[in-house]
């Protein structure tokens, strides 16, 4: 029995993937079992048998190649390019490469064994520009970005009195208080940016219009820390400053900051690898100096910016009393606005910043939280 290869092409393009290269080394062409019948073209929404080869004279092996690009008119911008490389000799180790560049992507694709004589392969070939067309934007504060845009700018959130936005009444919904500046990022650092979409310089000088970071302070009332103080109680608290404790992730679907700008490659004597690590780590720097906490922070850091103080609060003599912890937190997000003025969250952390206390009264009569004096001054 022959030995064969058939790989199976879906096209979810809205392009016709025509047949641009193809080299046979060794074997026969054998597309849909036909012997001698080449790959095929692959029309848009179509799923067909692109390529077949099988062993020549028995137990010999094939060795073939062959690549697809999408029709494209003079007008329009070609996707990108898929490549198939597939060799089954008879001694040596089976090897398969199945590769996209440009806008394609390649879906389902499995390499090949060692070793075996046959095989049969199906993948799917998708537009990222599609992809990102069809995402859905849902409405909420870090992917709206007219939302974060319309908060009140603060240049540093450590040059302001933090109690001042305390609210007198608790709830625990997050509410986002200011930003700072816009922070831009230049076009010559594109390339530290690890953007999953546009993941080539290429697709970024081509498809981006620009990159930006920005800073968003929150607070929230942490529920699960509240410590009720009964009728002429005490309770000593501590009011902490600087705090980093570890990120958190603010979307699901979102990258985290640290992976949004972490270089993860090792530096090679390849000029390519070092001029790429170098855009990286700079990137990096400029933003570790624009918003003071990204990745881990540094013991100097913390030693320097973390601050305490001890409070005590005591309850009335008639009524019980709630001490609740108020936390603010920093929210670093990174931005892409594309060509066509869609403008994406693309990486998001957060950090808590500090822990504030405050008393509320709880009145069973009116069902309300009034604000109480005692404490001593914060």
Known sequence: MAWTFYLNVTNDTDRDLELVESQLHWGYWNTDGEEDKKPQTIKAGQTIQAVGAKSAFGPNGYEFSCSWKDKNSETQAPYGVISLYVNVPYNDPNEARCRANGYFEVAEWKDITHDGHSFVRNIRISNKLDKLKQNEIRNNLETDWSKINALVEIEDVRDID?????PSGVHFEK???????IFTISKRLFDGVNDLTFDSLYLKQREVQQYYSVEVTSLRADASKIETVTKKGKITVKDEFGLSTTSKVVEEKVSTIETAFKFTEKISVSDEKVVKASVAQ?????LKAKFNILNAVTTEQQQTEKK???????????????VVPWIFSKMILLYRTDN???????????????VLHRTHLYDVMDNTRNKVTTGGAH
């Not at 509410?175 to 700072?180: E, H």
């Open 162 to 166: 933090l109690n001042q936005y305390i």
């Open 175 to 181: 509410m986002s208080l200011f930003k700072t500046p």
């Open 282 to 286: 700079e990137l990096q720097a400029e």
């Open 308 to 322: 305490s103080k001890e409070r005590v609060f005591e309850a009335p003599s008639d009524k019980d009393m709630d």
């Open 340 to 354: 066509n003025n869609v403008t994406t969250l693309i990486g998001a952390s957060e950090w808590d910043y500090a």
